[in-house]
C-alpha cells in the first residue's frame, strides 16, 4: 500500500505539472499508461495478458465497458488499451487528495448518483468529449463482486455511447480479483487476462434502448469470460 501510494502521488505531481506546461492532456494520459500502470502491476507482481486488440478501429473513439473486480482493473485497462482513455468514475473519488486532481485535470467523468439532474448534465458533457474524439471506460457494475460473478450492468455508459453515436466494446478481465481483492489490501502475484470482444453498434438507437444493450454487453462479457475458462 506505501509503495502504490508513493508511486501514484509522484506520478500524479509530474503528470499535472507536464498537463499545466503543455495545456494538453494527451502526454498526462499516456505517462498513465506507460509508466504509472505498468510500475503498479510489476510491484504487484501481476503479469499483464491483452487478446483482442485487432477487432478494434482504433482511429475512432469507443466506450469500452468491462466488469469490475479489483481496484487494479483501472491499471490493466490504461495499460493494455493504445489510446488515451477517460474513465467514468464516481463523484466522492473527485475529493480524494492527487486522485481527484489528476482526474479532473483529465477530463475524467464523474457521475454523481443522488442527484438526477446532475448526472444528467455531467452525461451531456461526457457526450461532448467522447464527439471531440476521445474514448471512455465504464465499469457498469457500479461497484467491484466480491465473488467474481458478473453483476447487473445499469444503462448510464450505454447511453453514453448512444447519444455520442460510437461502438460499445466489451472487455472481460479475469484474475485481478485474485491479484488484489475487493476486500482489504493483500496483494497476490498473478495473471491478469484481458479479452475485447466485437464492437456492439449504437447506430439507430434511442436513449431509451439502452438498457437492452447494456444486457447484450454484459452477455458478450460472459461470453468473454466463459470461453476464457474453456480454454
Known sequence: MLFTVLWTAGWICLALLVRMLTGGRHWPLRMASRCWAPGLLRGAGARLEVHGLERIDWSRPHVFVANHQSMIDICALFRALPVPVRFVLKQELAKVPFVGWYARAMGMVFIERASARSSARRLHAAVDVVRGGASVCAFPEGTRSREGRVGPF??????????????????????????????????????????????????????????????????????????????
Open 154 to 231: 445499469k444503462g448510464g455508459a450505454f447511453q453514453l455511447a448512444i447519444e455520442a453515436g460510437v461502438c460499445v466494446v466489451p472487455v472481460s478481465i479475469e484474475g485481478s480479483g485474485a491479484v488484489l481483492p475487493a476486500s482489504g489490501f493483500r496483494v497476490r502475484p498473478g495473471t491478469i487476462v484481458l479479452r475485447l470482444g466485437d464492437p456492439l453498434p449504437t447506430h439507430g438507437l434511442a436513449p431509451h434502448d439502452r438498457n437492452a444493450l447494456a444486457q447484450q454487453a454484459r452477455a458478450a462479457v460472459v461470453a468473454l469470460l466463459e470461453g476464457s475458462a474453456g480454454q
